[in-house]
């Protein structure tokens, strides 16, 4: 697989920003198949891992990738994963994989509509830390399947710059966002990164169409992963050696202890690809 270099402009506007938007990430007909997935999952009555809330607005399904070999590509896809390592590095694992379907708001909602409301990701962090002691620690890669070239479509709003926020965000007496909103207006096979410090919300839908959306989440490797402890092993057994590493699986027969975590195929791409991961100091 190709590593792509990530643009200075686009590193920059990640780390000032907090999101960075690609689009054309997936073609149609990795669009068409993952929706075909997707929309064979939700008409289903699996309940395992299923997230449903507001009355079923709001559905889907947490560690996706393990209910259908179609989002499996989506671990490491070509176009984002190296652009991942460059953001947070390469000596990670899946945090989480997301299949969300967003219906239509009933009518006469306001546009002002927000589900979810605004929040940072990754609850625990904020629970054992608070705001102002969180680092950039996990990122997403949410990828739209559906049409939200127009505003209030249900698209995942941005608080530009919140990332860099010590404190809960603050949003004005009588409004619905803070002055940084920012609308993604996005195609089907569009992507939108964004890390955990970055305050996000769900735009209202008063299309007449369910937004269909794939989140895949990344975190460093010592942090445990939310939707799952161990991925199914005729599962396991599909993938790559870097998507095994992303899900703590063994990639080599060495028993012995290595302090480092032992051998990282995913370090070793990104070195092929003349990316040599530096941490901030």
Known sequence: M????????????????GYLILRGALDAETVSALIEAGDRLTAGDRLENRQRSNGGLYDGFRNCVSMDDA??????????FS???????????????????????PPDSPASTRLPGWHRDHYPSMRDLGHSQIARHSLKVAYYLTDLSEPNTGVTMMA?????????????????????????????????????????????????RIRKAVMIGYCYDWIRPTDYLQ???????????????LVGEPVDDNAEFDYTGGANPIADWCRDGGYEHQPAH
């Open 71 to 80: 989002f499996l590509p989506l671990i490491t896809h070509p176009a984002t």
């Open 160 to 208: 530009a710059g919140s990332n860099q926020l010590k404190e809960r965000i603050e949003i004005p007496s009588g409004a619905a966002d803070p002055a940084s909103k920012v609308e993604p207006l996005l195609k089907p096979g569009d992507c939108v990164f964004f890390e955990n410090r970055t305050w996000h919300a769900g735009a209202a839908n008063l299309s007449n």
């Open 2 to 17: 190709e590593f792509i270099k990530i643009a200075p402009e686009q590193k920059r506007q990640f780390d000032d920003e």
């Open 83 to 105: 652009i991942v390592t460059q953001l947070l590095g390469p000596y990670l694992s899946l945090l989480t994989s997301h299949l969300i379907y967003r219906h239509p708001d």
């Open 231 to 245: 991925q199914p092993r005729a599962m396991a057994e599909k993938l790559s050696a870097m998507q095994r590493c």
